[in-house]
């Protein structure tokens, strides 16, 4: 592998947490600062990059591939909004494969088209499905591609199933020169106890919160316009909450190796959890004085 250009972080969630949005308004709150940034999106849906192109369509490099025998970096990529470098790893044909295979061959297909070299960014963005942290999906993390992972989560059960899953895959490959992680950022913060519960999963999970980034319809109303909200909504409460966490990634290096809840562990966590939920739901707890 050749020698490094600029930060590449991996930013990983469920499918349908908001990890795509998450990454698309970072990308366009670091641009927006003045840094050099290429978004690769590595979700078979292909739509990481969407709202940072006006809401368009992209070739994929999957795809490309698959129609034609010599590829440019032109054919596979745009220029989204602040001048950030565009580009969708695709998936298969559906049915057939495996879906992170789009990771390995848009790696590979930018290393021989010298992007990095060529576009010296300050910083790369990779934008992964974390559901099922299979070897295909775990390319970013395992191969070391980048260098610190951060994951998307909520109050879900299943999107914190999944960011402990992540946790698992951060702590295998970390000492064998992987990723590690820089930490959690809480999306679509609404009810009132999903601070306490997230932040009780990083505590319980040897990790940190590095932002929390309320439920708001700025962010739909942005989408449909195929626009961040750094750029639909320059001035809003929402966008600083971006600008912040990009802030964070560009000046806060620290990176750890999580202690990820085995089953039982998780489970029992969720029950206690579904417990005191309940309980706030139905009137038992006032003013959240159990959490």
Not at 1 to 28: D, F, L, Q, V
Not at 125 to 149: M, N
Not at 156 to 183: E, Q
Not at 259 to 285: M, Q, S, T, Y
């Amino acid at each position: 592998m050749s020698e490094k250009i600029g930060k590449h972080i991996a930013i990983y969630g469920k499918g349908g947490i908001g990890k795509s949005t998450t990454t698309s308004n970072i990308s366009a709150a670091l641009a927006e600062s003045g840094y050099r940034v290429i978004q690769i999106g590595c979700d078979p849906k292909s739509d990481s990059t969407t709202i940072l192109r006006g809401g368009n369509d992209l070739p994929t490099v999957l795809d490309t591939l698959r129609e034609q025998s010599r590829v440019r970096l032109d054919d596979i990529s745009a220029i989204g909004f602040g001048g950030v470098l565009c580009i969708e790893a695709g998936g298969p044909v559906p049915g057939v494969g495996c879906a992170g295979r789009g990771i390995n061959a848009a790696v590979e297909q930018l290393q021989d088209l010298k992007v990095f070299e060529e576009f010296k960014p300050d910083f790369v963005l990779y934008d992964v499905l974390g559901d099922v942290v299979c070897g295909g999906f775990a390319v970013p993390i395992r191969d070391g591609l980048a260098d610190r992972a951060f994951v998307v989560t909520s109050s879900d059960f299943m999107a914190v199933f999944a960011a402990n899953n992540l946790f698992k895959a951060v702590t295998k490959y970390a000492p064998s020169g992987g990723a590690r992680l820089g930490g959690i950022i809480a999306n679509s913060i609404l009810a009132p106890y999903a601070t306490s519960l997230i932040d009780d999963f990083a505590d319980r999970t040897g990790s940190r919160v590095i932002g929390y980034v309320p439920r708001s319809l700025t962010v739909a109303q942005s989408e449909l316009y195929g626009k961040t909200v750094i750029e639909a909504v320059p001035q809003s409460e929402q966008a600083q909450v971006y600008r912040d966490l990009a802030k964070f990634i560009v000046e806060d290096e620290e990176a750890i190796i999580p202690r990820p809840l085995n089953g039982p562990e998780l489970k029992k966590w969720a029950r206690e959890w579904g417990d005191k939920i309940f309980e706030v739901e139905a009137g038992v707890v006032h003013e959240m004085a159990s959490i």
